[in-house]
């Protein structure tokens, strides 16, 4: 049985020290001011910026910045979270604002450009990772992409439901349409000068929305072959 007495070592187990929470909160406190610091850094120098670089923009040493991140990488998977935290914010606003399938396409396409073309030196630095060792396995543009082709897929799975018709395809197809975006907007990004953003989320919009809505339109079709032959029905 237990005794209805808490020893003073169970009593320090409970109760928080001050001093800790404290010190815990100046660490995370100090661990966002240096992911600002890196942040303003890659805009000031770009994608190919430097632990100095960061440091320079904190007013402190490199020494500094590694007892709050233990490596190089761990700095760069910091920005990385607060890249796809803010996209992630983009993307749910501009879905919220529309309820037309066709039109919440479009919006998501244009969040996603328009964080590149607000910020280009620091999608670059999240695509190229230069504070990080390529050889390690975790990809964090791969895991942000994926976490964008998951909103998608969701989007269209509730087009698909609407229309009567199984939502398996909205995986690959959210996750292919993702794709096709990143890489028309990393080509973008190098010859922006050629086309604006507005025409760009157009034509992409176009090239997407023209193979979702075709396969909506076929539900009242259903003995027209797919693509592979079988038939729908």
């Given at each position: 049985m237990m005794s209805g007495t808490t020893s003073g070592a169970a009593a320090d187990a409970v109760v928080p020290d001050g001093r800790r929470t404290r010190w815990e909160g100046h660490r995370r406190t100090r661990a966002v001011q240096l992911v600002d610091a890196a942040i303003a850094a890659v805009r000031e120098h770009g994608p190919a910026v430097g632990m100095d670089d960061v440091?320079?923009?904190?007013?402190?040493?490199?020494?500094?910045?590694?007892?709050?991140?233990?490596?190089?990488?761990?700095?760069?998977?910091?920005?990385?979270?607060?890249?796809?935290?803010?996209?992630?914010?983009?993307?749910?606003?501009?879905?919220?604002?529309?309820?037309?399938?066709?039109?919440?396409?479009?919006?998501?396409?244009?969040?996603?450009?328009?964080?590149?073309?607000?910020?280009?030196?620091?999608?670059?630095?999240?695509?190229?990772?230069?504070?990080?060792?390529?050889?390690?396995?975790?990809?964090?543009?791969?895991?942000?992409?994926?976490?964008?082709?998951?909103?998608?897929?969701?989007?269209?799975?509730?087009?698909?439901?609407?229309?009567?018709?199984?939502?398996?395809?909205?995986?690959?197809?959210?996750?292919g349409i993702v794709g096709m975006v990143r890489a028309a907007a990393d080509h973008w990004l190098d010859h922006a000068s050629a086309m604006t953003r507005r025409d760009l989320c157009d034509h992409l919009t176009d090239l997407a929305w023209s193979g979702l809505a075709g396969i909506v339109a076929s539900a009242s079709r259903p003995d027209e072959p797919t693509a592979s032959g079988r038939s729908r029905a």
């Open positions: 440091a320079a923009a904190a007013g402190t040493s490199k020494a500094a910045v590694y007892r709050y991140f233990a490596d190089r990488r761990a700095l760069y998977l910091a920005v990385c979270t607060r890249v796809s935290d803010y996209l992630i914010d983009q993307l749910g606003a501009a879905l919220r604002e529309e309820s037309d399938p066709r039109r919440r396409l479009a919006a998501a396409i244009d969040a996603y450009l328009r964080v590149i073309e607000a910020d280009p030196e620091l999608y670059r630095f999240v695509v190229h990772r230069p504070l990080a060792d390529s050889a390690e396995a975790t990809d964090p543009v791969r895991g942000l992409s994926a976490l964008v082709g998951e909103h998608v897929a969701t989007l269209i799975a509730a087009a698909l439901a609407e229309a009567g018709l199984p939502t398996a395809p909205a995986g690959p197809w959210g996750h």
